[in-house]
Structure formats: C-alpha cells, structure tokens
C-alpha cells in the first residue's frame, strides 16, 4: 500500500460501520466523479483496507480525489480537512505508516519549522541572550530587511495547520514525552489573542494532561475539562491558576470528573482570591457532598469574588447547611444556582431560599425531596433475599415548598426561572405554589414543574393562578403530570383570558387525547392569546383532531409545535399539511415522527429516526432491538431456548475484562441514547431490571459493580412478590401492580433524562397479546451524559426472556 494509502486508512478508521456502507454506496454511483465506477457485488465483504488497496489499483493517482469527494457528499467534513491538512502538509505523505508514535511525525514537522525560522529569521538572538520561543514569535512580521521583496510570515501561518492537526484525537492514545508536552504547550499558545475556548478533550484526558497544559488554560477565558477522567490530584494545579493576576479564564467546566470534596474545596479556596477572575463554574456529577459546602461558603462571601453561574446538578448534597448565610449576604453575586437531581432535603430548600432576596435570578431544585418520602437502602443481600429497608420520616416534607413559596411572594425576590422537575409534588402540594404565582410581587416568568403526578386538580389550580392579573409568566412546563382532557380544557381558557401572557406551554405526556387538544386549538385564534409554543408530543392524539389544528393554524401567531409521539395517521397527516400550505400559516417548526410529507414549507421540520415502526401505537413505537453481550455475561448465566438462565453450572467464558465475576449480571451489546422500548419476561425467584453506563463495575462485590446500587445505574427488582426501584445509595418501595404477571416494559426517553417501568399483561401461548394496558410502576428523571446499557441481574433458580417480537434471544 503506497503512502496516500495508508494516510487515508489511518484517517478513514473512523467511520462506523453505516459510514461504510455508505462510502461503498457512492463508490456504485455513475458520476464523473468516480470514474470508472465500482460495480455491485465488488465490493461486498470486504474492509477498509481491501477497499482502499482496489481504489489505488482502479483510480491511481486520482485516489486522494475520490475519497475526498464521496467524504464531502457524506458531510464528513472534520475528515475532510483532516486529508486536505495533510495533503497541504506533504510530509506526512512520505512518512512511514503512523503507529502507535503517531506524535512524532507532527513532533518532527513543528521542530523543522521551528528550526529553519530561527536558523535564518533570528540567528543574531541565538547568539545572544537565550530569550524564550513565546517571546521570539509574536504578531510581529518576520522579514529580512536585507531582502525587502520577501514575503511577510506571521507566526500563525506557520502553526495554525498543525493546531488543527493535534485538535482532532491523534494525541489521545499517546505517551508524550516532557519535550513532546513542552512543543504541545507551544504550538498550542502561538495565537494572536487570549483563545476564547480550550477543551482538553482534544488533546488529553488525564490529570497529567491538565497540569502539562496549565498555561494552555491559563491563557484562555473558557476551559472545558469536562469528561477527562480528572480526579482531586489536578485540583491544586488548577488552584493555582484561579489565584494567578494573570490568568484570563472566566468559564471553567469541570463536570463529570471524580473530584470530590477535596479537589472541590481547593477550588473553593482559590476562588476567594482577588485575582480570581472565575464567573461560570459547572461542576456537574463530580461526587460532590455537603462536606464542600463550607469552602463554598467562604468563597462566595469573599468580597473578590466574581461567579455569578454555579451548576452542582447530580452531586450527593443534602443540607446545604453553611450555605445560607453565603447566599442571603449582599456580596454573593451568584445569578444562577443549578441544584438539580441532588439529594436536597426541606432542610436545604429553606437555605437556598435565604438566597431569594439577594441577586439569584434562576434556581433548579429538580429532584428535590419536597413530596413523597424516600427509602434508603440499608443492607444488600447477594443471594437474593428481602432487602432490609428504613423509611425516612414523612413529616414536614412539604414544608420547604411552603418556604420556597412564601420566598417568591417577598418584594426583594429576582427569581425568573424555577425548575421543580421531578420533586413528587402531587395535588396536594401544589397550592402554596399557586398562591404564589398569583401574588402581585412574584417575579416569575419560567417554570418547570415536569413530572410531578399533578393531575387535573393541580392543572385547574394553576389555571386559575395564570388567569391572574398578577401573574407574570412567560413559559410552563407541565409535561408527565397525568393531566386529562379536564384540566387541558381549564388551561385553554386562560390562554383566550385578558391577563394571560403564557407564550410558551409544554404538556408532553399528559393523557389529554382529541377532546384536550381541540381545547386548546380552539383558543389559538383569540387576540388575547400570546402562545408562540405549543408543546403535546405523545398526549395520545389522533386524526380526529388534526382538522382543528389545520383551521387554528392558518389564524395563529405560533411558531413552534411539538406533536411527536402521536398516533395521527395518513388522514391526519393529510388534514395538517393543508393547513400548513396556507399562506396565513406562521408556524417555523413542527415535531412530528413519521412525517414524510415533501410539501411542508416550514424552516425546520423535526422528525425522529425510524419509519414504519413510528406509526405503531403506545410505547411500541420506539422497540428496540437488543443483544446480550457474552463478554460481560456471569459465569454461571446462560442462554438455552431463548431465554437467559442462572443455572448451577459454571460456563467455560474466557477471561474478559468487561466480565462480571461476582454479581450474576449481563449488559446487553446496545448503548441507547434516543427514545427507546423493550419488554422481558421472567420466571422463577426474581430478577432484576436495570440501564447502566460503560463505566459500571465488574470485578468483586462492591455495590460499584451491581445494577442500580450506584451513581452509573438504575434497576428494577422484581422479587419475593415486591416491587422496588434502585439508584445509587436510594431505595424505593413500590406498591405490587394488581395483576401477577411478570412481564415489564421499559421505556427510555434518553435526551428528556426519562427512564420509566411498566407491568404489562403476561405473552400468551403463541408470543402474543390483545390486551396492550400498560400499568406505570416507577419513572427516573434524571440527567443522562453517557449512553446506557440495558442489563439484568437473575437470584438463582431465575430466567428472562426478551420480548422481541416472539424471536429467539441472540447473544453475541
């Protein structure tokens, strides 16, 4: 293989395997382009290296061409200027093949340039004082005054093509040498200005990446550290440029790295300090807990400090104890608070609603403890027996919304964005809330209460609360709350009130059906409606009402519609596109899965992946199909007639890292991230049900290592006749469905952080099943950052089988 070849293989490995079959594809086309076409059958079986050794014999010197036509056509456009970068380069093209050094070629091309610049450009400052490279090459233009008609040369010139070759991963796998790093730092600063971004993820993902780069940081106003792998070893490092005069970073992302209380606090401390210039700090699940509230506290009361953005989303905290008097002081300057999907209790919402009268202008507590109590989970059992549970006390549980309510209502309150996702609210509670939207010094303009189980009586008293002449807001969010067709009707009629100014309304998931949604479409066309979004993907609607929404949109001001998830049919399809051709229709963009239509006009039309399959009815809609992966499957699990066994014979597995070797568990082949359905079946003792990230443990008996009793899983457990659901260090008990069957669906909205469990009527005989009621047993919501993978852990004596279309369980 000549040297373009192996050029294109090293950068070709990146396409997945569609990529490929994509590439082939355009490899048949009769274009100029690619003349002599390759004929079908040619290609088939074969690897990359075998397609890339046949297009040197068929296009010769034309090979480069080619491929950077069908990359184009394919919108690779990152691999595009990869191969255009290296024809440019020229001597990568005559490079032995890169390896596992593929640093040196890059090493090598930045000391030649760097070498014959200094030789000829700066030789009487060699022989001087050593003056260092940063300070040699600046925006100065380096002309000979002896040669007057040479061309000027900027130091970006020559190091702007090999920063774009070291951005794109090539470093990644590699060992660089002190050198190697010092010549990385280099070239990495050689930029005209202070850089607006840096994101380590290009170049490293270690501690020692951070503190090799530190000047990298220093010299930019973001950092994105996020995902590195970085622990409390780095902390110091980055300590030291928070303190430093000279530092220029203002934006510091460090989520998803294991930095605990210890590196947290040490950044804490660094931020107290005057020449800390920090304004964002995003410290999104970094096993944080209220042991770093202290340090927190010190440094928001510093009189220095600059942070007005804080994101502690998904850490362990609890009380919040010492914060309360950091964020209700006149110093702290914090705007923003994201304490979302933490562990916060009543006690910790009365300390943030010390914050209330301050400057904090947007505040998410989703996931909070303000309903239902919790279970905490206080021993494990390996063999499958009763779990011991505790239950905290229920008592006062609401009384940090009323807190948090009575907050709102105050004069010196700035709050405009409010998120209570997930927080268990119910009908019950929601009154205080109510009363405070409608309070004359509520500043409110978004609120997000998502899945909270309101219903139609909460839906009627917030109703009633927008149609106040107090209430000021903007946006609602209301989606997953059980809201029939009785409280959408309610909400309809404030959208036509005189002091309505909702511009955007969000009732994803909510049962409301046709009679709901006419509801609403009729009020569309009132003067007084302000509505610009309209959000009902998946409230079960169907062709009945598209006709209605076809006449309200040629009289609307909306822009934006959400009906994904809904059962409309060809008719409906039909209805709405009439409505969406008239000249009068505003609408910009429309959700709507399965819509083929080439006649909609509008700017954006969003349509989800999948064809026919999206026009099955319910949750089946979005079936998946899964594959369990035998390389991490437990010894003693097998696959016999379709279904999984935990049997007493060990299987002779070969030795994988991914094993599990303790805990009787599986994942299956597929990391899911969109909208995604799946059902099982079980027999015997019990098992259990879960989704975990990559990361997820496997050797030992660390509850690291089994489905749901950590930060990287949630699970279902399905034994000894009672129901409950697992994440981290939390147990929740579930009341058993009323039926004994033991089949369970699972749906996962991945982007909307939705992961829920339903019982199901039992398959009959022949796989198959006329009664399609879904009984809801338990929803998670929560922020997802990594692809999940189901999986399933089996007491002995136990079996499951998938139901995947009555087809046997593959397992690869």
């Known amino acids: 293989m000549s040297n373009v070849g192996k050029v294109l293989l090293q950068t070709l490995k990146d396409l997945v395997e569609d990529e490929l079959k994509e590439f082939k594809f355009h490899l048949r086309q009769d274009v100029p382009e690619v003349s002599p076409r390759f004929r079908r059958g040619e290609l088939e079986n074969t690897t990359l290296t075998d397609i890339i050794g046949q297009m040197e014999n068929r296009y010769c010197h034309k090979t480069m061409a080619v491929t950077l036509y069908i990359l184009k056509k394919m919108e690779r456009n990152d691999l595009v200027e990869e191969l255009q970068l290296a024809q440019a380069r020229g001597v990568l093209l005559h490079q032995p093949t890169p390896g596992a050094g593929h640093a040196e070629p890059a090493i090598r091309v930045i000391q030649e340039k760097l070498r014959a610049n200094l030789k000829n450009k700066t030789e009487r400052i060699l022989q001087r004082t050593s003056v260092l490279l940063s300070s040699i090459y600046t925006d100065v233009e380096i002309i000979d005054a002896a040669m007057p008609n040479e061309t000027a040369v900027k130091c970006t010139d020559i190091f702007n093509e090999i920063q774009t070759y070291l951005s794109a991963g090539r470093l990644l796998q590699e060992t660089l040498s002190p050198g190697q790093w010092s010549a990385l730092v280099f070239v990495l600063l050689m930029s005209e200005d202070i850089q607006e971004v840096f994101d380590l993820k290009k170049y490293a993902r270690s501690d020692e990446g951070v503190q090799r780069l530190l000047p990298v940081v220093k010299n930019t106003k973001t950092a994105l550290l996020d995902q590195c792998n970085l622990t409390e070893g780095c902390c110091g490092a980055l300590a030291s440029v928070l303190c430093s005069d000279s530092s220029n970073l203002s934006h510091l992302d460090l989520s998803n790295n294991n930095l605990q209380d210890t590196g947290a606090e040490l950044l804490f401390t660094a931020m107290a300090s005057h020449g800390c210039k920090l304004e964002t700090l995003q410290l999104t699940r970094c096993n944080l807990t209220d042991g770093s509230c202290g340090a927190l506290s010190k440094a928001l009361l510093s009189r220095g400090s600059r942070l007005t953005e804080l994101n502690l989303h998904s850490n362990s905290y609890v009380l919040l104890g010492p914060l309360s008097s950091a964020l209700a002081d ?426 829920s469990y339903y019982s199901l009527p039992p398959l009959s005989p022949n796989g198959a099943t006329t009664n399609m009621e879904l009984t809801h047993l338990h929803t998670f919501h929560t922020a997802f950052i990594n692809p999940l993978f189901p999986g399933f852990w089996l007491v002995s004596d136990s079996s499951v089988r998938l139901c995947q279309h009555a087809l046997p369980l593959e397992v690869h």
């Open 330 to 755: 006149p110093y702290c300057r914090l705007e923003k608070l994201d304490l979302g999907y933490n562990r916060l209790e009543a006690a910790a919402v009365q300390v943030v609603c010390s914050g209330l009268s301050g400057r904090l202008r947007s505040l998410n507590l989703s996931g909070s403890n303000l309903g239902v109590p919790r279970v905490t989970v206080t021993s494990t059992e390996l063999d499958g027996s009763p779990q011991k549970r505790s239950k905290l006390d229920a008592s006062a549980h609401s009384d940090g919304l009323t807190t948090l309510c009575e907050a709102l209502q105050r004069p010196r309150c700035r709050l405009e964005w409010l998120g209570l996702r997930a927080c268990s609210l119910g009908t019950a509670t929601v009154e205080p809330l109510c009363i405070a939207l409608a309070s004359p010094h509520c500043p409110l303009r978004e609120l997000d209460l998502r899945s909270n189980s309101l219903g139609d009586v909460a839906a009627r008293g917030l109703a009633e609360a927008l149609g106040s002449q107090h209430c000021g807001l903007e946006r609602l969010q209301l989606g997953w709350n059980e809201v029939t067709h009785s409280g959408a009707e309610r909400l309809a009629v404030v959208l036509a009130g005189p002091y309505g100014r909702l511009q955007e309304l969000e009732l994803d998931h909510n049962p409301m059906g046709d009679l709901g949604a006419k509801a609403l479409f009729a009020r569309l066309a009132n003067p007084h409606c302000k509505l610009r979004m309209l959000g009902l993907g998946g409230c079960t609607l169907t062709e009945a009402c598209c006709g209605d929404l076809a006449t309200a949109l040629c009289r609307t001001e909306m822009r934006e519609l959400e009906l994904s998830s809904n059962d409309l049919g060809d008719l409906g399809v039909r209805a709405l596109s009439a409505g969406l051709e008239d000249t009068n229709c505003k609408l910009e963009k429309l959700g709507l899965s399965g819509c083929q239509d080439t006649n909609c006009k509008l700017q954006k039309l969003c349509m989800d992946h999948g064809g026919e399959i999206r026009m099955k009815a319910g949750l089946q809609k979005y079936a998946c199909w899964l594959t369990l992966d035998q390389d991490t499957m437990y010894r003693y699990l097998s696959v016999s007639d379709g279904k999984l066994i935990r049997g007493e014979r060990e299987m002779p597995y070969p030795e994988r890292p991914e094993r599990f070797d303790v805990w009787a568990q599986v994942l299956c082949r597929e990391g899911l991230t969109g909208r995604c359905y799946w059902e099982a079946e079980w027999s015997g003792r019990g098992i259990e049900m879960g989704v975990a990230y990559a990361e997820i443990g496997r050797k030992g008996t660390s509850k690291e290592c089994a489905l749901g009793r950590n930060a990287s899983s949630w699970s279902l457990n399905c034994l000894g006749g009672y129901f409950s659901v697992f994440h981290d260090k939390l147990e929740v008990e579930l009341a058993p469905p009323l039926t004994r069957s033991r089949r369970v669906g699972v749906y996962l909205d991945w982007p909307a952080g939705v992961l």
